[in-house]
C-alpha cells in the first residue's frame, strides 16, 4: 500500500514553523535549570575529547580518562577563578582614590551648569559613602538577585561536572544513538557527519580561546606602555568580553577609559585607549579571527546579532555565549537535507548566498 503525501499550504507551513519556534522558545525558558548545565556540559565535553581520547591511546580505561579530563579542566578553571579574584581585589583597593577624583570632576560640571543655565543640579555634592551604603542597603534585594542570576544556582554548579562526565563517558553511545535516529540513511555516513559538527564546535571554541589569549596580551601591553593601572585586569577583562560579538568589545572598552580618565591627567590616556582598543579589534576583525577561527562558524552579522538577543532574552549572559556555537551546528544540520538548505543559506554568509544563487 502506497503512502500518500501531504502537501500543505505555504501559509500553513509557515504557521508550523513559527509554532515550533514559540514552543521551542517555551521550553528553553522553562527548562532553564536543567538546559543550561545541559548545554555548557556538552559545550564542555567536546573540548575535553581530544584530551581523552589522548589518554586513551595511552591505554588508559575510558572511565579514568575522562575522571583525569574533568579534572584538568576543573584545575584550569579554579586557577583562572584564582586569578580574576585577585585581580578584582587589587582594582577595589584603588575605589577610594578614584571616588575623590569622580568627585572633583562632579564639582566641576556642577559648577559649570549653575554659571552657564542657573540650574543647581545638586551632583557638586559628589559621591558620599554613607549614601552608597544606604542604596545598597535599600536594593539589597534586587542586587542579590542579579548576583545570583549572573552566578547560576548551586544545581547548575553541580549538574555542570556530572553532566560533562557521562557526555565524555557515553560519547560513543550517543553517537549510535543518533545514528539510529536516520534509519534511511547510512549509519556511518551519519557518523560522520556527527563528527563534523562535534568537530565544528570544537575548531570554533579552540578558536575563540586563542584569539581572547592573543587580545589579553596585546590589549595589557597597551595598559602596560600607556601606564595604566592593573593592565593585567582591563586587558583580560576585554578580552573575556570579546566572546560576545559587537557588544563584548565595545561594553570592555568604556572600564579602562573612564578609569584612565579619573587617575590620569589629561585627556592624551583615555584617547590613546580607545584609539589603540579599536585598532586591535580591527586587527582581529580582519586578520586573528578570519585566520584562527576561520570559516568553523560561518554565519552573518545579522543572524549572529539577532541570535545575541534571543539568547540573552531567554537565557541571559549564557545564552550568549552558547548562542553562537549552538547556530553553527544549526547550520550544519540544515545543510544536510534539500528541503532545510533554505534555513542554512538564511544563516550563512552573504558571499556564500550570493554564489549559491549565481549557481
Not at 225 to 242: D, P, R, S
Request: aromatic share 12%; glycine share 8%; proline share 4%.
Amino acid at each position: 500500500m502506497s503512502q500518500s503525501n501531504i502537501n500543505l499550504p505555504p501559509y500553513l507551513k509557515a504557521l508550523a514553523v513559527l509554532l515550533l519556534i514559540v514552543v521551542i522558545v517555551f521550553i528553553l525558558i522553562i527548562g532553564k535549570s536543567l538546559l543550561v548545565p545541559l548545554f555548557l556540559a556538552g559545550l564542555i565535553s567536546i573540548l575535553l575529547t581530544p584530551m581523552s581520547d589522548f589518554f586513551e591511546t595511552k591505554k588508559i580505561s575510558r572511565v579514568f580518562s575522562t575522571v583525569i579530563s574533568l579534572l584538568s579542566g576543573l584545575i584550569l578553571f579554579l586557577g583562572l577563578m584564582v586569578f580574576i579574584v585577585f585581580q578584582i581585589g587589587s582594582f577595589s583597593k584603588d575605589i577610594g582614590n578614584v571616588r575623590e577624583k569622580l568627585n572633583v570632576y562632579l564639582t566641576q560640571i556642577d559648577k559649570y551648569i549653575l554659571e552657564n543655565f542657573q540650574i543647581e543640579s545638586g551632583i557638586g555634592n559628589g559621591i558620599d559613602k554613607h549614601y552608597l551604603i544606604d542604596w545598597i542597603q535599600s536594593h539589597g534585594s534586587s542586587l542579590a538577585e542579579f548576583v545570583f542570576g549572573t552566578i547560576g544556582s548551586l544545581s547548575i554548579v553541580i549538574l555542570l561536572p556530572v553532566f560533562s562526565f557521562f557526555f565524555l563517558l557515553y560519547r560513543d553511545h550517543l553517537t549510535l544513538f543518533l545514528a539510529g535516529l536516520f534509519p534511511r540513511h547510512d549509519k556511518e555516513k551519519v557518523k560522520k557527519e556527527i563528527l563534523i559538527l562535534r568537530k565544528v564546535v570544537q575548531s570554533y571554541v579552540v578558536g575563540v580561546l586563542k584569539v581572547m589569549v592573543i587580545l589579553a596580551i596585546l590589549n595589557t601591553s597597551v595598559l602596560l606602555g600607556l601606564g595604566i593601572k592593573h593592565a593585567i585586569f582591563f586587558g583580560v577583562f576585554a578580552a573575556v568580553l570579546n566572546i560576545v560579538p559587537y557588544l563584548g568589545p565595545f561594553i570592555a572598552l568604556i572600564l579602562p577609559v573612564v578609569f584612565a580618565f579619573l587617575t590620569k591627567d589629561g585627556l592624551f590616556y583615555p584617547i590613546a585607549i580607545v584609539v589603540s582598543f579599536q585598532l586591535i579589534q580591527t586587527i582581529e576583525a580582519n586578520f586573528l579571527t578570519p585566520k584562527i577561527v576561520g570559516g568553523n562558524v560561518n554565519l552573518n552579522a545579522f543572524a549572529t546579532f539577532l541570535g545575541l538577543l534571543v539568547g540573552a532574552s531567554i537565557w541571559g549572559v549564557v545564552g550568549m555565549i552558547l548562542i553562537i556555537p549552538s547556530l553553527a551546528v544549526l547550520r550544519e544540520i540544515f545543510e544536510l537535507t534539500d528541503a532545510t538548505k533554505p534555513y542554512a543559506l538564511l544563516l550563512g554568509e552573504e558571499k556564500n548566498n550570493i554564489e549559491s544563487i549565481k549557481e
